[in-house]
């Protein structure tokens, strides 16, 4: 029920990546407060009870189970289900009408834990609002040397994820001879913190740039099996390569990786496994 807000930053993550090390100089300023405010918002809503009056309301004229939203509320849904990881969706009970399971979660179903957390989410989601980029600032020349220029910004994420959330900080680095980022992750769950680091190279040029080549590293320690309450945490990590043609403004790619069991955002599966993708970058020069 997180995946919502998770897209939401992930969006301005890459446009923000994009603009430092592509030189994009759009103006996507009003995206990026659109996107932060929206996300904002939809989580005070949840966080304050003040759904409930139209989910209690979509449920009394909702009387087909084709007329129903997915979920209601997400952030309502989320935490509940970090709360009673092992509650059978039956429990809910049966929707007003007679047909069908009572999908929406008000707040008054949310356990005093919950509820302490979900406002604490209200306050964490202002970090995505803090950046230079945020305000037209694409990127600061650090230093000036014979081999060229070293530039630099940063941003700060905050994340829902599937057992609690993740504050961290990006830094990007753009210096004569290759691009670099890395970024610091503080996940949280009730009352527990745990961290990870993640480094990656962007578009390092071989074969006289005619190929480039990316990858990204990370390692953390999260929540054991991902629960809100545990004490416990488990290591992890993850890496992936990216190689990618450069034929004029066309550039076929393909990305090859592999995550252990965790949350990584814009990686839908929480297990294990290898992943594979592959597409075109078109880029476009005006």
Request: a negative charge.
């Amino acid at each position: 029920m997180s995946a919502g807000h998770e897209a939401v930053v992930e969006i301005d993550r890459n446009l923000q990546f994009n603009e430092f090390f592509y030189h994009q100089n759009l103006d996507n300023e009003v995206l990026y407060w659109m996107n932060t405010f929206q996300n904002f918002l939809y989580i005070t809503t949840c966080a304050n009870g003040q759904g409930d009056e139209n989910m209690q309301e979509r449920n009394r004229l909702e009387n087909t189970i084709e007329s129903r939203d997915f979920t209601g509320m997400d952030m309502n849904a989320w935490i509940h289900a970090l709360c009673y990881p092992d509650k059978p969706y039956a429990e809910r009970g049966i929707h007003p009408s007679g047909v069908g399971i009572n999908r929406y979660i008000m707040y008054e179903d949310i356990p005093q834990e919950g509820r302490k957390y979900l406002k604490l989410q209200v306050g964490l989601d202002v970090f995505n609002f803090i950046s230079p980029m945020m305000f037209g600032f694409s990127r600061f020349r650090l230093a000036q040397t014979a081999h060229g220029s070293y530039y630099g910004n940063f941003a700060f994420r905050h994340y829902l994820t599937a057992f609690g959330s993740d504050v961290s900080l990006d830094l990007y680095l753009q210096a004569p001879r290759c691009n670099l980022y890395a970024s610091l992750h503080t996940y949280h769950n009730y009352k527990n913190h745990f961290g990870g680091i993640e480094a990656g190279l962007v578009d390092f040029p071989l074969l006289n740039n005619h190929m480039q080549i990316s990858g990204t590293v990370m390692a953390w320690v999260q929540p054991k099996d991902m629960l809100f309450f545990t004490a416990t945490g488990t290591f992890g990590g993850l890496i992936k390569a990216r190689l990618n043609y450069h034929y004029r403004f066309l550039n076929p790619y393909a990305e090859l990786g592999w995550k252990s069991k965790g949350w990584v955002a814009s990686n839908a599966n929480l297990n294990d496994g290898f992943f594979l993708r592959a597409g075109i970058r078109w880029q476009i020069g005006f």
